[in-house]
Every structure is written in structure tokens, then in C-alpha cells.
């Protein structure tokens, strides 16, 4: 499978705890983005890199929340002192630079539930 | 802030009916726009795409329209099947700033037999 890659799947997870999700980009694509998504609305964005630098950071992203790239390839993301409002479908999407290239392939997500 | 969205939240139609999936957007700086379409448990799926100098474009059994004026983005389905029962959402990108995706909230389509 050559496609983007997440896990784990699904994850459910006590209120407090840490939590950390992977995310294994299409090969060589540069860019690497997470959203995350909650129940009947359009994916929202979280947090961009390119290579290992990560560039942009929205402010839905906060000081609870870290990502990493640390070899441009795959990335992490970490909750640290889960809450409930952070159950959510977190998407990572990736693509190949060029300005002509507009098409993110997005994984299957890691569907969160903090209880 | 500058936002997606979309009319409808939810459209049911006949297999076989051509299906229209409207979306208003409203950041003028965006010079694309992806629809995307999201089987349940899974993530988005690439449809179409049409960048802001064009008004349609054209793929297989789809169509995107672009109308610049009133902000306003349409996808259709040409002979809607079940297997196009899904929630579809437009999404808006600036070239110029990283790519990343606004979407709007979704609409979902139901084709019933």
C-alpha cells in the first residue's frame, strides 16, 4: 500500500493521559499536514510541514498539543493531559511540492475518544 | 474569518438522477478549490479540483463549476450510483500559502435504489 499511512486507528484513552499518533506520508512527498476533524464537520487544520520544518501552526494547536517530523519522512503527533473536547478524528494528508500540485492524499485517521 | 460552506447539508436522490453538491466560499485570495469526498470511517478522497482562472472543469462523470462573481462552487454527478453515497466537501487553497485546506462543513449525499 502506497498510501498515506496512520495509526493507530482508533484509540481510546482516559482523561489526563498522553496520547501520541503516527503518520507515514506517500514517499517523497515533501509536505505533511494534519487536521483534525469532529463529527459532521469538514476537517479543520492543525499544523504544516515541510521536509522537517515545520512552517505553520494553526492556533487550534495548543501548548497541549506537539507535532514532529524529525527526519522529513514520518510524522508524530502528541496530546499530552487529554480532554474530552479533544475527541476527534485526527487526518494526516501529504503531497509533493511544485506549485502546480494541489491534490492532497489524505489517510484513513486516527479516531481519538477520551473518556 | 474567512470561511467555507456549503447549502445543503444533506441531499438525497434517485440512482440514476444527475446530483448538484453547492458550496459558497469567501476568501477572494484562494486560487483553488478540491472537492473531496468522505466514505464513513475513512478519510477524504480526492474528487476534482479547478483552479480560480477557470469556471469548469471536467472529469469522469463529475463536473466542477466556479462562479468567481458570487464566490459560489458546484460539483455534479452525472447518473448518481450508490456507491457515490458519501459526505462531499469543498475545500479552498492558496498556492501561496502552503497548501494548506480550508473546508466547509459537508453535505451528504444519499442514492437510494
Known amino acids: 500500500d502506497t498510501g498515506v499511512s496512520q495509526n493507530p486507528r482508533h484509540k481510546i484513552t482516559k482523561r489526563g493521559q498522553n496520547v501520541t499518533f503516527r503518520c507515514d506520508p506517500i514517499s517523497e512527498h515533501n509536505r505533511l499536514y494534519w487536521y483534525r476533524q469532529t463529527l459532521g464537520q469538514g476537517p479543520e487544520f492543525l499544523t504544516y510541514f515541510q521536509n522537517e520544518a515545520q512552517l505553520e501552526k494553526s492556533r487550534l494547536l495548543s501548548d497541549r498539543f506537539s507535532a514532529e517530523r524529525p527526519k522529513g519522512s514520518f510524522s508524530t503527533l502528541e496530546i499530552q493531559r487529554t480532554e474530552q473536547g479533544d475527541s476527534a478524528m485526527y487526518l494526516c494528508a501529504s503531497s509533493p511540492m511544485g506549485s502546480f500540485s494541489t491534490e492532497a492524499f489524505f489517510g484513513q485517521g486516527t479516531r481519538l475518544t477520551v473518556v | 474569518g474567512e470561511s467555507v460552506g456549503l447549502h445543503l447539508p444533506t441531499l438525497s436522490v434517485q440512482e440514476g438522477d444527475n446530483s448538484i453538491i453547492n458550496c459558497a466560499y469567501s476568501?477572494?485570495?484562494?486560487?483553488?478549490f478540491i472537492w473531496y469526498k468522505q466514505e464513513s470511517g475513512k478519510g477524504p478522497q480526492f474528487i476534482i479540483d479547478?483552479?480560480?482562472?477557470?469556471d469548469k472543469r471536467q472529469g469522469q462523470r463529475v463536473t466542477v463549476l466556479l462562479n468567481k462573481t458570487v464566490k459560489h462552487l458546484s460539483l455534479q454527478i452525472a447518473a448518481t450510483q450508490p456507491g457515490d453515497s458519501a459526505v462531499y466537501f469543498c475545500a479552498e487553497g492558496n498556492s501561496g500559502g502552503y497548501n494548506k485546506l480550508i473546508f466547509g462543513a459537508g453535505t451528504r449525499l444519499a442514492v437510494h435504489p
Open positions: 479547478i483552479r480560480s482562472n477557470m
Open positions: 476568501n477572494s485570495a484562494s486560487d483553488y
